[in-house]
């Protein structure tokens, strides 16, 4: 999968899950692993932050290097 195509799908999932998963916690928990993933397949760092304050805080937590 390109890393355009990666963030594109990260962001049209990402409403999804914050509606699916109310309690900040678990939606955290959750989303860890998705990030983790999504970065795994090469999806540029640069793609997923700035947009979601909560994703931003995330990513500092998956890999504060990205």
């Known amino acids: 999968m390109s890393w355009r195509t990666g963030a594109s799908i990260f962001w049209e999932l990402w409403p999804k899950v914050k509606a699916a998963i109310p309690n900040p916690e678990h939606r955290a ?27 931003d805080r995330l990513m500092d937590e998956v890999d504060p290097e990205l």
């Not at 540029?44 to 932050?49: A, I, K, N, V």
């Open 29 to 55: 928990d959750f989303a860890r692993g998705q990030l983790r993933l999504f970065l795994d397949y090469d999806v540029d760092p640069g793609d997923l932050r700035g947009t979601d304050p909560e994703i």
